[in-house]
Nanobody, 115 residues
Framework: QVQLVESGGGLVQAGGSLRLSCAAS????????MGWYRQAPGKQRELVAT???????NYSDSVKGRFTISRGNAKNTVYLQMNSLRPDDTAVYYC?????????WGQGTQVTVSS
């Protein structure tokens, strides 16, 4: 079993910044990929960013140059630094961990960007 807990969401004005955190626990293999999805009303679920065990990163086109995903020094932690936030970044952000062809999901944290 894998458990993921997100934190760091909140309300921020356009142009501001937030940093999301995710801590994973349970039976986790050292080779894995972690990342962030987001879901906004009326939009498809979007894979925002991923980072592999070897720190290879990928980003969706909508966040390139604004968001940065990184791993922490603690085991199985991941961060999403979000800069230059826009109202259309408003969504519930979900941390995910993929290993052995299965994906675990966190409960999500709300990010609201006001104009």
């Amino acid at each position: 079993q894998v458990q993921l807990v997100e934190s760091g969401g909140g309300l921020v004005q356009a142009g501001g910044s937030l940093r999301l955190s995710c801590a994973a626990s349970g039976s986790i293999f050292s080779i894995n990929t972690m990342g962030w999805y987001r879901q906004a009303p009326g939009k498809q679920r979007e894979l925002v960013a991923t980072i592999t065990s070897s720190s290879t990163t990928n980003y969706s086109d909508s966040v390139k140059g604004r968001f940065t995903i990184s791993r922490g020094n603690a085991k199985n932690t991941v961060y999403l630094q979000m800069n230059s936030l826009r109202p259309d970044d408003t969504a519930v952000y979900y941390c995910i961990l993929t290993m052995a062809m299965r994906t675990a999901w966190g409960q999500g944290t709300q990010v609201t960007v006001s104009s």
